[in-house]
């Protein structure tokens, strides 16, 4: 592996390199090893995406006195565990948790079982007027979810739904980037020839679906459900209006509601921060590899 | 793309679910009625399916999404309390007609936009910085990834709410940094400047990173053979990330900004929080009251709903303002290219 000698990055405006050298480089492309300066940046990026994390964590570790000193606290404290435990209950975590896994739960799989078959019939089926209904689906993504929040909200007050989490569900429900996203996949995903092939054996439409669509969907299904749970359970206008923080909270609603006292206690709200992030952020270390892939194969076709 | 899958229309389509047979060949009379029937279960199938598939969406939009855009409309028609949501009072275009003498509304707007610039460009230009170095051949390149979604998965309120004590006037970190540099403690909360900068500071830390991977996965669809041929030319690296690579990523940039702005017009959950005194003013002097936040102190806390219905339309309909926009300028280039 001689080509390991190409220049270092070109941020650091690059000399012409010579010849034989260039093309060399020129048929890596856009895939020449990346220097220390590259390194230094990204380190530095990836710093300052984990610095707030982690800092809510030392902040959640020590006490409003160390919070109020200078220079703030740079390492961890001995309160963590007990602070964790006074937010778990003092904001009614525990209940909060299991609203949200179940409200994101729900949301994500309805949202991805209808997502793909509506987007398969916009990828791969032919009918009058499906070319208008795209277009009406490209243009609620535009709809501010501000415009909504009103009616629904006396519908929700009319129903007697106030803390209930059929008011948080529902209207979560409609999801016109999971249509789009699933007609993006399927597109290129699901050769016509398989169709086409599953029809003259006798299938019907409803067996292509189950036989053939959701097979070949898997991967993008996957993406589309960890998308939309983490939306949903990041989801803070809309719960914030109809539940109420003794309720029956959200982790969001329950989070923002924390240390709402005369002399809020700082840590503490921050040690609910943490519990509410905490879940996703496992999730993320975990599947990491496998959503950045998802995100990134969404944005190409899109 | 999408036309091209017209023409491919299963068989099923031309009145059958085998391919037609040419006429010469002789069919038994038994077998064309067992197809003829076979034939019309298909064509109600194929007919009718699209249409159950794309039902439940729609059934879904109509109920929680046009039904709450057009009664908002009407509400903004009305001067409706809270308190009595169906109370309607008819008040023509007045709830319209008030907006122009709200100096809070406007100073709403004027703050909607530059914050909307503040942490918009600077968001996108970084995420393009980073995602060229990440298309470099790089080790542990899944690790910075996934790195740098971390902040995507944090919510609104756990990251406003470390962003309140990082920017704290007396006691946070970044002040204190600053001071290292000779820079005096600046009241994040308090200034309009600073404090709009704040609130800029959170949307930028929580996307920035998701729209790197974006323009990443939009570099690496670019063919190989642009940046040989531009090599061979004697382009330096530069001068191919000038002329093949932004160009390429024309459309991904389009497609960002489009969303950025959106997000950004709506922006709600980051100035609420941010507000260290829990107020829904966005701050003492609204210096950072978006118009979605103003909408929510309209309608929840001053509880006039007709009144935030009509802010709620004005917002949306900037937004298509922007989306015509955005429609003319990507057919310029479009036509350009």
Redesign the interface.
């Known amino acids: 592996m001689t080509t390991t000698l190409t220049?270092p990055?070109?941020?650091t405006?690059?000399k012409?390199p010579r010849r034989g050298r260039?093309?060399r480089?020129?048929?890596a492309?856009?895939?020449?090893?990346?220097g220390p300066i590259?390194?230094v940046?990204?380190t530095l990026?990836?710093i300052?995406?984990?610095f707030?994390?982690v800092?809510?964590a030392i902040?959640a570790s020590r006490d409003n006195q160390r919070?109020?000193?200078?220079?703030?606290p740079f390492w961890f404290g001995s309160n963590l565990l007990d602070k964790l435990e006074f937010a778990w209950k003092d904001a009614n975590l525990g209940e909060a948790f299991l609203n949200t896994t179940f409200v994101a739960g729900v949301s994500a799989a309805t949202v991805v079982f209808?997502?793909t078959?509506?987007g398969?019939?916009?990828?791969?089926?032919?009918?009058r007027g499906?070319?208008a209904?795209m277009l009406?689906?490209i243009g609620?993504m535009?709809?501010?979810?501000?415009?909504?929040?009103?009616?629904?909200?006396?519908?929700v007050?009319?129903l007697d739904w106030t803390d209930q989490l059929q008011s948080v569900i529902?209207?979560s429900?409609?999801s016109?980037f999971g249509?789009f996203f699933m007609r993006q996949y399927l597109?290129q995903a699901l050769p016509?020839e398989i169709?086409?092939a599953a029809?003259?054996d006798?299938a019907?439409?409803?067996r292509v679906?189950w036989h053939v669509v959701f097979p070949a969907a898997r991967p993008a299904m996957a993406v589309l459900g960890m998308l939309i749970f983490?939306q949903t359970?990041?989801d803070?206008?809309w719960p914030?209006?109809v539940l109420t923080q003794t309720g029956n909270p959200t982790?969001?609603v329950a989070?923002?509601g924390l240390g709402?006292g005369y002399t809020p206690d700082?840590s503490l709200?921050?040690a609910g921060?943490?519990l509410?992030?905490l879940p996703?952020?496992l999730?993320?270390?975990i599947f990491?590899?496998q959503?950045?892939g998802g995100?990134?194969?969404g944005?190409?076709k899109? | 793309m999408a036309t091209r899958h017209d023409t491919a229309a299963p068989p099923a389509k031309e009145g059958g679910a085998a391919p037609a047979r040419p006429p010469s060949d002789t069919v038994p009379s038994q077998d064309a009625k067992k197809r003829a029937r076979l034939s019309r279960r298909w064509q109600r199938d194929v007919r009718w399916s699209p249409y159950a598939f794309v039902s439940p969406f729609f059934l879904l939009f109509l109920a929680f999404g046009l039904f709450p855009l057009l009664y908002t409309a009407w509400a903004s028609l009305h001067t409706v309390e809270l308190t009595a949501p169906t109370d309607m009072e008819w008040a023509g275009l007045h709830n319209y007609t008030r907006i122009f003498d709200d100096e809070f509304y406007w100073n709403a707007a004027k703050n909607t936009l530059t914050i909307g610039i503040i942490s918009t460009v600077p968001q996108l230009l970084m995420a393009l910085g980073i995602a060229h170095i990440l298309n470099y051949k790089l080790r542990a390149s899944t690790f910075y990834r996934v790195v740098m979604l971390a902040p995507y998965a944090t919510s609104i309120a756990a990251a406003s709410l470390v962003f309140v004590l990082l920017f704290g006037r007396d006691y946070g970190m970044i002040n204190w940094a600053l001071h290292f540099v000779g820079v005096d403690s600046i009241d994040w909360q308090n200034e309009k400047w600073p404090s709009q900068i704040a609130v800029s500071t959170i949307v930028i830390w929580r996307w920035t990173g998701y729209n790197a991977l974006i323009y990443l996965a939009a570099m690496q669809a670019i063919p190989q053979d642009l940046y040989e041929s531009a090599a061979l030319d004697g382009a330096s690296r530069w001068k191919q990330f000038l002329h093949v690579t932004l160009p390429s990523l024309r459309p991904t940039i389009l497609f960002t900004c489009v969303v950025s702005t959106i997000g950004a017009s709506q922006l709600f959950g980051e100035p609420l929080l941010f507000d260290a005194n829990k107020g829904t003013s966005g701050g003492s002097e609204h210096q950072f009251q978006t118009l979605g936040l103003y909408m929510y102190e309209q309608g929840w806390v001053s509880q006039h709903l007709g009144r935030a219905s009509a802010i709620a339309w004005t917002m949306f309909l900037i937004l298509i303002v922007i989306g015509i926009v955005n429609y003319v300028i990507s057919r310029r280039l479009r036509a350009s290219s």
């Open positions: 220049k990055p070109a941020d405006a690059p012409p260039r093309s480089a020129a048929r492309g856009g895939q020449l090893h990346a590259a390194y940046i990204l990026f990836a300052g995406s984990l707030p994390l800092w809510t902040a919070l109020a000193e200078t220079p703030p209808l997502s078959i509506a398969f019939a916009f990828a791969k089926l032919r009918f499906r070319n209904l009406i689906v609620t535009m709809v501010p979810p501000q415009l909504q929040v009103i009616p629904l909200y006396m519908m007050a009319k529902l209207p429900l409609v016109a249509v597109l016509d169709i086409e029809r003259v006798g019907s439409s409803w679906v983490v359970w990041n803070f206008l914030f209006l982790v969001q989070v923002a709402r700082q709200i921050m921060a943490l509410g992030t996703l952020l999730v993320f270390a990491g590899k959503i950045v995100i990134m194969q944005a190409v899109g």
